[in-house]
């Protein structure tokens, strides 16, 4: 009975002989499995002495095949490629049924979360990885959608408008209503939240003033460097936070946070569902870009 299942040689040696034979060098081989020449030469003689016969001439220049280690080069070729479209086809299989989407963590708390969900139950069999984070997405191989505001420098990237969001101040409903209908000048004069983000695209308690004509000083108020603790903070009273009207409509719904004055200004870029091409998107992929934009159509309405 042969001490292995299909009596092969163990697989590193075969491994090396591949590599070797195919660059007809030990110091390539050495370079792609990331050893040194010697533990090929060691891997090779090794397998050598098992199938007692010589697979490389080693010559003063180079090395070349003999007939044995031509006919085992072959082979394994045939094999190893087989394995790998084997190994890709599984894996792709397994990739299809997992779409990863990313997303501010204000986004995914607020909306985006709920809406995976809803997908989910319509289609059980397809997982959904969320990453949140509060900077940049930059166009990586893992993520397959993510959700941005503005555009992306990346040419590479499809970006699918959702909506534009309007911005008006909100605090918790006894700072609105101890402001009421105050003027642009006693709103900067009030604790405000500013929001120290890595994506310098939203826009700043500043920007939303000069928008509206007001160039006069503001309040230093505090700083934070993510927007849902800057929602929190507003909702325990700390101050007013610029509200995106759409992103927090939940809250603004709930009664925890309230719009204070009657200023408003539509922002400045849109919110994108951004991806690579559809051609290049798995099938779970597409259903979910569809099932989001869907889902913010129909909340447009």
């Known amino acids: 009975m042969s001490r292995r299942h299909y009596d092969l040689p163990p697989l590193t040696t075969l491994i090396a002989f591949e590599s070797a034979a195919r660059h007809l060098s030990f110091k390539d081989a050495a370079q792609e ?10 891997q090779i003689k090794a ?6 016969t010589a697979l490389f ?18 082979t394994l070729s045939v094999a ?3 394995m790998s479209q084997q ?3 599984i894996r792709h299989r397994t990739a299809g049924r997992r779409v990863t989407l990313g997303s501010t963590t204000a986004i995914a708390a607020l909306w985006l979360s709920s809406c995976v969900i ?18 940049l997405f930059r166009n990586r191989a893992d993520i397959d959608l993510f959700i941005r505001y503005g555009e992306n420098s990346d040419t590479g990237l499809i970006h699918t408008p959702l909506y534009r969001d309007q911005l008006v101040p909100v605090g918790n409903p006894e700072l609105a209503e101890k402001l009421g209908n105050c003027s642009l000048e006693q709103l900067g004069e009030q604790r405000l939240i500013y929001l120290e983000s890595e994506d310098r695209s939203w826009t700043t308690w500043p920007e939303w003033f ?12 505090v700083r934070v460097n993510r927007y849902s603790v800057a929602l929190q903070v507003a909702q325990d009273g700390g101050g007013l936070a610029l509200g995106w009207k759409r ?20 922002a400045p870029h849109k919110f994108y569902l951004v991806g690579r091409p559809d051609e290049e998107l798995s099938a779970g992929a597409q259903a979910l870009k569809s099932w989001i934009i869907q889902e913010v159509d129909d909340a447009l309405v």
């Open 57 to 74: 001439l080693r010559l003063h220049r180079g090395v070349e095949l003999t007939e044995a280690g031509t006919a085992l080069y072959e």
């Open 87 to 89: 190994l890709g086809q």
């Open 47 to 52: 397998l050598e002495a098992e199938l007692e």
């Open 33 to 42: 499995l990331s050893v040194t020449p010697g533990a090929v030469s060691h």
């Open 247 to 266: 992103l927090v409509r939940p809250l603004l719904d709930s009664g925890k946070l309230v719009p204070v004055g009657p200023y408003i200004i539509d």
């Open 80 to 82: 190893f490629s087989k």
């Open 118 to 135: 809803r997908f989910w139950r319509q289609h059980p069999d397809q997982d959904v990885n969320q990453v949140a984070q509060d900077r």
């Open 210 to 221: 000069r928008e509206l004509g007001h160039t006069g000083p503001l309040a230093r108020g």
